[in-house]
């Protein structure tokens, strides 16, 4: 009896050991762009039109002075991070959520008309009611991106209880043209009106303020808390929605929590810093590249690599031109051939 119970005990802790091993090393990865992460934030708080040395940018936060350098990286540079790292989360995990949610490895958050309506409401409140301030801009944008997405539910359910993933990224794609279209018409109407909404248009990290930072807080905020949520039923769903729903997973409540930390994380995000894409396009797929496709791992590091790829990206738009290059421009170069490569490899990462 000793022994049999012995030799049962062996391959029981044999798949717990597996298990550890598998974890440990996913850890590692995370650990180290976390550490990678924490670089590319000095980097972005010291790198400028003019350098500071990260010994400096430590200095102004533990032993702030009422010096230049320090007002530098406080009042302009800092909001600036933040914006970076709030930004590369909320596009990052809405990308995630969209390619499980719809089973489609090339949806983005735009696929749901959340980026158009954001889009389509600043064109209205810049032509219509003559708003010229950012920070009053961001709320049209807000509201502009919830319209839109629930537009696109109530388009993709038509009229029912069930969400159907292929109906619903019709609808946002059909959506999105109009909207742009709409958009595009009445910028050429009067394209003075609309000159600072350029850099806007491309995405830019620029001129982000404190005060605009706290106003999208609380909407990528919750958008991330429902994100995580969620996150729990998708591995069900890629099964397919009748073996899901067999498993006891509620397919349809989470699917509408999706959508609603889709809307919150890209609605926020487009109506602070513009349309910038690759984001949440390419992060999901390095994520399940490197880490498999357990949608846990993959959130957790695509709530890590998203902002790291955000804040390199825009300290690089500072380096290779002497005025400043914007981020969505930077980002679309190194998502490129980054999504290239990822389709060229023979065993490309499935949903």
Not at 32 to 41: C, I, P, S, Y
Request: glycine share 12%.
């Amino acid at each position: 009896m000793t022994t049999r119970s012995i030799g049962q005990s062996g391959p029981a802790t044999k798949p717990a050991k597996v298990l550890n091993k598998g974890s440990s090393w996913r850890i590692s990865i995370l650990a180290a762009a976390v550490v990678l992460l924490m670089a590319a934030t000095i980097l972005s708080l010291g790198v400028g039109a003019k350098f500071i040395p990260a010994a400096e940018v430590l200095t102004a936060f533990l032993d702030p002075q009422d010096t230049v350098n320090h007002a530098i990286i406080l009042e302009s540079r800092l909001p600036r991070t933040l914006m970076g790292i709030a930004v590369g989360i909320s596009l990052g995990v809405a990308g995630a959520l969209i390619q499980a949610i719809t089973r489609n490895p090339l949806a983005d958050p735009g696929i749901l008309g959340v980026n158009a309506g954001a889009s389509f409401a600043m064109v209205v409140a810049v032509g219509t009611f003559g708003v010229a301030s950012l920070t009053a801009s961001i709320w049209f944008a807000l509201a502009g991106a919830i319209l839109a997405t629930v537009a696109v539910y109530l388009i993709g359910t038509s009229g029912r209880n069930v969400v159907n993933p292929i109906r619903l990224t019709l609808a946002g794609v059909a959506l999105g043209a109009v909207l742009t279209g709409i958009g595009s018409g009445l910028t050429l109407l009067n394209p003075k009106a609309f000159d600072h909404l350029r850099s806007w248009n491309i995405g830019s990290l620029d001129q982000r303020t404190m005060e605009m930072v706290l106003t999208v807080a609380p909407f990528m905020g919750a958008g991330l808390l429902f994100a995580l949520i969620t996150v729990g039923g998708l591995n069900a769903m890629a099964l397919g929605d009748d073996l899901a729903t067999s498993l006891g997973s509620d397919v349809n409540r989470t699917r509408i929590f999706g959508v609603v930390a889709i809307t919150l994380l890209s609605g926020s995000a487009t109506a602070a810093v513009g349309a910038i894409g690759f984001v949440g396009l390419m992060i999901p797929h390095v994520a399940r590249w490197i880490l498999g496709p357990d949608q846990r791992w993959i959130m957790a590091a695509t709530i890590i690599f998203s902002p790291l790829l955000l804040l390199v990206s825009d300290v690089v738009g500072r380096l290779v031109v002497p005025g400043e290059l914007p981020v969505g421009v930077v980002t679309a170069f190194i998502g490129a051939p980054v999504l290239v490569g990822l389709a060229r490899r023979k065993k490309v990462s499935g949903l």
